[in-house]
Structures are given as C-alpha cells and as structure tokens.
C-alpha cells in the first residue's frame, strides 16, 4: 500500500514551457486536491475533485489545468510556467472530503527560470 | 470564503516545556479543525483533529482546544523533545464549504536541547 505518490519529485522549467504533475492513490480514496506550498503562505488549494470524471477551482486556480480520468489518478498540468509558479507542489486525497484526513504525497519542488 | 490565521509564525522552547500554537477561524460553520505537522523535507501529516461538538482532544503529548465562540483553536505539546521539532499547520473545514480545507500559514517549532 502506497498511499499517495507524486511524479516527478524535482522538476526546472523555462518560463513557456509545459509540464504535467501525476499524482497516484491505491487508497480508493472519492477526493484528491492539488496544493502548492510558498514561504510564509502555507498550503493553498489549486484545485480538486469529488470524484473520477470531476474537477472544480481552488483558491489559486490561474494558470493550471487538471483532469482525473481514472479515480487513482489526478493530473495537474500547467501549459505554459511562469516564475510565479515556483513552488513545492503537493497532491492529497481523501475518502470522503475535507472533513476527512488528507494523505499527502511526497511532493514536488518545481522551480520554473 | 474561510480565512485562517495562525500564530506565532515561528516558536523556540527548550525540551521539556510546553508549546502553544494558536489559530483563528472566519467563518461560524466550520466544524472540523485538523492539525499537520511537518518535518523538513517531508509531506504534512495529520496529528490530530477536532470537530465542533467537542471542546477538548488530547493525544498523549498533544492536546487540541476549540473555542466555538470566539472561533479559535489551539494546539499544546506538553514536554516537548527534539523529534516535536517541524512546521505545524492548522485547518478548518465545514460540510458545504466547497469541499476546501483552508490552511493557516504554518507555525515553525524548534525544540533545543
């Protein structure tokens, strides 16, 4: 049992280019939500889902893309980084929502030049 | 929508002592209250949680405290050792709130010998 795993770990873009984080769960958890991680900002929400087929907006949705085709997996995909989104990115899920613990991945430090 | 703060951003007690961490919540429906902890380099990790219908959870060394009415809640580590040593995050949550979980800005403890 895995829990929750993120691909790539490490990751250093130029500015326009494009990239897709996965993100991969064998809990059979409903909900998975994509956060990214800022010096003295905490956890903000990027995006999430209530369940395989679904996505909805977080907090700072502006710039990324998501899909979560299959219920394991959700992907966040950014279409053409910016500097400002350099960041420590972190996939969760949960069984039933957000008044459920979270399991986090590993995370994955991108840093966009 | 749910606005969090959490102070103080950082936090130095010797081992042995007690640490407290404090977090004010907006929004009157929130009724779940988790805290993370976070060592360096790793992924958050629950540690403990509360919902509203309590006022009170301890843990062995940790203790949660929910103050309803003035909408605060507070995480204590009572003798505190090295390995308590991480940024701790606290959260809040309610049914409804489109399924967000909304992070403070984290709390760095160091524990020194």
């Known amino acids: 049992n895995a829990g929750v795993t993120q691909t790539p770990k490490f990751r250093v873009l130029k500015t326009g280019q494009s990239m897709t984080l996965l993100c991969a769960q064998d809990?059979?958890?409903?909900?998975m939500y994509w956060y990214r991680q800022d010096p003295g900002m905490g956890l903000r929400l990027i995006h999430y889902s209530v369940g395989e087929g679904t996505t909805a907006k977080g907090e700072v949705p502006d710039g990324y893309n998501v899909s979560r085709l299959k219920k394991q997996n959700f992907l966040l995909g950014l279409e053409s980084a910016a500097p400002s989104q350099t960041s420590v990115y972190f996939c969760?899920?949960?069984?039933?929502?957000?008044?459920?613990?979270?399991?986090f991945g590993q995370g994955t430090r991108l840093t966009v030049v | 929508g749910e606005n969090v703060e959490q102070h103080p951003s950082t936090l130095s007690v010797q081992e042995g002592d007690s640490a407290v961490i404090k977090c004010t919540y907006s929004d009157s429906a929130s009724n779940y209250f988790p805290w993370y902890k976070q060592e360096l380099g790793k992924r958050p990790q629950l540690i403990i949680d509360?919902?509203?219908?309590?006022g009170e959870k301890k843990d062995q060394r940790i203790a949660v405290t929910l103050n309803k009415t003035a909408k605060h809640f507070s995480l204590h580590i009572t003798e505190t050792q090295p390995e308590d040593s991480a940024v701790y995050f606290c959260a809040a949550s309610f049914t409804g709130g489109g399924n967000k979980l909304t992070f403070g800005t984290g709390t760095q403890l160091k524990v020194e010998l």
């Open positions: 509360i919902r509203s219908n309590v």
């Open positions: 969760a899920s949960s069984i039933q929502g957000p008044n459920t613990e979270a399991f």
């Open positions: 809990m059979n958890h409903e909900y």
